[in-house]
């Protein structure tokens, strides 16, 4: 899909900055004293339909978490806790690869977690505790061999 960048189009009409154009539209116009050249129809409203998305981009999350409490004593108690949220998107822009190459996102991130609670009095209470975030977030270039794209005519 193609935004204008404003001016004049061939057909004589304004294109504002920002407006989506529908690229099976696309045709030639020969505008005259303005220029020719090739056109497309604006989106109503501005608004690509949802129709018309890529239905292969999608986002997938889960996160999966638990976490044991256990009474050691009538004034101990241990705890731990235990989560992990992992998130993958193709992340597909709808460009040719060859222009704008989609970046999967695959993230995983985990937490874990121990306390140990000792009442030592009636109005004091222990409470010590450890924990781990650990963020991943893996970014793997897109394949994009541009030696194939272009020819160096140099070498010929």
Not at 74 to 97: C, D, L, R, W
Request: proline share 9%.
């Amino acid at each position: 899909m193609t935004a204008g960048f404003g001016g004049l189009s061939p057909t004589g009409s304004v294109d504002q900055m920002g407006q989506l154009f529908d690229p099976t539209t696309a045709h030639y116009v020969n505008g005259g004293a303005v220029g020719s050249g090739v056109v497309e129809t604006r989106f109503p409203n501005n608004v690509i339909p949802f129709s018309r998305m890529d239905p292969s981009n999608y986002r997938h999350t889960t996160i999966p978490s638990f976490k044991i409490d256990q009474n050691v004593s009538s004034k101990i108690k241990v705890s731990g806790y235990y989560s992990q949220t992992y998130t993958y998107s193709p992340n597909a822009n709808g460009f040719p690869e060859v222009l704008s190459p989609a970046t999967p996102q695959n993230t995983r991130s985990q937490t874990v977690r121990i306390n140990f609670d000792d009442t030592l009095t009636p109005t004091l209470l222990l409470h010590p505790g450890a924990g781990l975030l650990y963020d991943g977030q893996n970014q793997y270039p897109p394949f994009n061999n541009a030696g194939q794209i272009f020819t160096n005519d140099a070498a010929d």
